[in-house]
């Protein structure tokens, strides 16, 4: 029976400082409706040195326009410090949520409008740990702001030690609509039975398509000539979404008709 308790006291230091390594309860990203409150909650002890935030997105430079999915890219870089574990807590908001949060590989989302992350995510490997999810924009704003807060986590057996940043990123939204596009793409037949064709320039990174829902039901590089099926999409109205390298964008609507 000793030498049980022994392993398992063992066990008990070796693991990292991490109150939270399946990821906080929302209201924890620094932001408004977080009321300021971030990781230094549960963590402290340790200033900011070499270790960073940055928030990445695949909005292209003219701003995001409605009920459009968004990937969010949130990294957590040590710069040498020695933080075995990271994690992060955001929201989207602009006074109040906007929009809706969709998980990804090593995060989750809690409180409805909180994304953080989770026991499989919190590792760092070669100096960061990074994690992506999926913001669709509903009918955010201008200025929507992403609030980040991260943890950068020493090791130690406790909550000590812990270093915390915070970090923002405004968002702009586009002020160019579904019938004014940037760029010139043929799309037949529309209404579509059991496919579309498109006319596309070159260039084209990603072509993209949406229930009104914001439910993604195609992504695919873009090629022109190109063919998407939509014989398994129920009948409806869908958003076509084309992004072009240097950020121009296309959205118009499909119709399908079975």
Known sequence: M????????AAA?????FTNANG??????????????????CHSGASISTQ?????????????VPNTNYQITVTNSTGGASNPRSGFQASIESAGHQGVLTAGTGNKVVSSNFVTHTSSGNTVSNGQAAWTFTWNSGNAPDGTTIYVSSLFANGNGATSGDAVATQTLALTRSTIG???PQLAV?????????????ELPE??????????????VFRAAGVDGMRISTADWPNGTYVLDVRHADGRQFRDRIQVLH
């Open 2 to 9: 000793k030498k049980v308790l022994f392993t398992l006291a």
């Open 24 to 41: 906080p309860g929302g209201g924890k990203s620094g932001s408004p409706a977080s009321s300021g409150q971030n990781c230094s909650g």
């Open 13 to 17: 230091v070796a693991l990292p400082a």
């Open 52 to 64: 960073t935030v940055s928030i990445t997105t695949d909005i292209p430079s003219t701003g995001f």
């Open 178 to 180: 579904l019938d004014e």
């Open 203 to 216: 260039g084209i990174t990603v072509v993209r398509a949406y229930a009104l829902n914001g439910t993604e």
């Open 186 to 198: 043929g799309i037949s037949p529309n209404p579509a039975r059991e496919f579309v064709k498109l």
